[in-house]
């Protein structure tokens, strides 16, 4: 049985036997080539102005802590060097370095006032400023004077097997500066010569003869040997 074709319905306004093409996301060429670079921006901006906002507010935020945190840094040095100068006016400089063990003005004061008792003899109060300069200014050029006066200060308080070994300490750090090195050395040459060590000897009056900032100790060690020999 032959049934008859159905006729398939189509949009009149279009011709047979062509697919349909979605053109609602297509853009003229000639019009796209006709775009300027402030509309481009402006599209740009309309399709990311979140993203960039967050970006610039991230960014704001960021420089706002940096400056924030610097200027408190700034604040919080020329207060500690107002307070520095008025200990130094008032003759609080004690107070003043136990107040500020981890600063290098307090290690500074506290320099100050262990050179002050080891010149008055009091060498228990020089002992414990001494450990407080050494410790306050240990990535400091003067760490090498603080325990230097650190060993001497034990030393005069009868403690001469710590003493020895603190100045033991100080020749071989070769992070210290090279004349508190060299100072230590000299002061170990001589113990080592009046024991009778005299390989302990050589070995610290060559570390002395090598220095060349050591001339001062180089000059002492060699108006010992003259006045030894």
């Not at 010149?119 to 306050?136: R, V």
Request: proline fraction near 2%.
């Amino acid at each position: 049985m032959n049934r008859p074709s159905k006729n398939k319905r189509h949009n009149p306004t279009l011709p047979e036997n062509v697919d349909v093409v979605d053109e609602r996301n297509l853009v003229d060429v000639e019009d796209s080539e006709e775009i300027s670079i402030e509309d481009r921006i402006s599209i740009y901006w309309m399709e990311n102005k979140s993203f960039i906002s967050g970006c610039i507010f991230a960014l704001a935020l960021l420089i706002i802590a940096f400056n924030g945190m610097r200027m408190y840094k700034n604040h919080a040095v020329a207060k500690l060097q107002a307070a520095y100068s008025e200990a130094i006016n008032s003759e609080t400089l004690a107070d003043f370095a136990q107040a500020n063990p981890n600063k290098d003005l307090g290690g500074l004061a506290a320099l100050t006032v262990a050179d002050q008792a080891y010149n008055a003899e009091e060498f228990e109060k020089a002992l414990n400023f001494y450990s407080i300069a050494a410790g306050a200014l240990s990535d400091n050029i003067l760490a090498g004077r603080a325990l230097l006066g650190q060993a001497f200060a034990n030393y005069y308080n009868g403690n001469t097997s710590d003493a020895l070994a603190q100045l033991t300490d100080v020749a071989n750090d070769s992070s210290l500066a090279e004349v508190a090195r060299a100072e230590a050395a000299y002061h170990l040459a001589i113990e080592a010569d009046a024991a009778g060590r005299s390989e302990d000897y050589d070995r610290y009056v060559a570390q002395i003869q090598a220095s060349t900032l050591a001339t001062q100790w180089q000059q002492r060690l060699s108006i010992y040997e003259q006045q030894a020999r």
